[in-house]
């Protein structure tokens, strides 16, 4: 009897988290700061290197030093005001479990409206998942980024 009421409310909560099974694949954190926008993206090192060996012609000695930044800008398109933005590599360094990646680019002025949209690592793992964190001039949006839900609009 307490088997059963233990399963069903087990599954209850299961139920009630849509983000149980999600698997963050990457914190990114997108900031304005007067006329500079940095991206710093935070990856989870053994999600990168799947989609790494799966999609990128690289070698592996080259995966995380050279081919990791390539590899996420082309799953990341930002849009500030209709416009879209060229990030570029300023940093990358190693962690225990991550690699972090910081771009940036100038801007002229302050970001408006942001769309938002990745594709990182949702064609190989339909349960990947990346927090966002969106600040302009102090104003601060979190969202979550997955296959369902790839894209986002947010107006400052």
């Known amino acids: 009897m307490i088997h059963g009421f233990l399963f069903a409310f087990s599954l209850t909560i299961l139920a009630a988290n849509p983000n149980f099974h999600n698997e963050v694949v990457g914190d990114v954190q997108i900031d304005q700061t007067g006329k500079t926008l940095t991206v710093i993206a935070v990856l989870d090192k053994r999600y990168l290197a799947l989609g790494l060996k799966k999609d990128a012609d690289c070698r592996p000695q080259e995966m995380m030093s050279v081919c990791a930044g390539e590899y996420f800008l082309q799953n990341l398109q930002l849009t500030a005001d209709g416009k879209s933005i060229e990030l570029k590599k300023v940093d990358?360094?190693?962690?225990?479990?991550?690699?972090?990646?910081?771009?940036?680019?100038?801007?002229?002025?302050?970001?408006?409206?942001?769309?938002?949209?990745?594709?990182?690592?949702?064609?190989?793992?339909?349960?990947?998942?990346?927090?966002?964190?969106?600040?302009?001039?102090?104003?601060?949006?979190?969202y979550q980024l997955n296959t369902s839900k790839p894209s986002i609009t947010a107006n400052f």
């Not at 225990?96 to 938002?116: A, G, R």
């Open 92 to 142: 990358q360094r190693l962690e225990q479990s991550s690699v972090v990646i910081t771009y940036q680019t100038s801007m002229k002025e302050t970001i408006k409206k942001l769309d938002v949209m990745s594709s990182y690592l949702f064609h190989l793992n339909s349960h990947a998942l990346i927090r966002l964190q969106l600040s302009v001039d102090g104003a601060i949006k979190h």
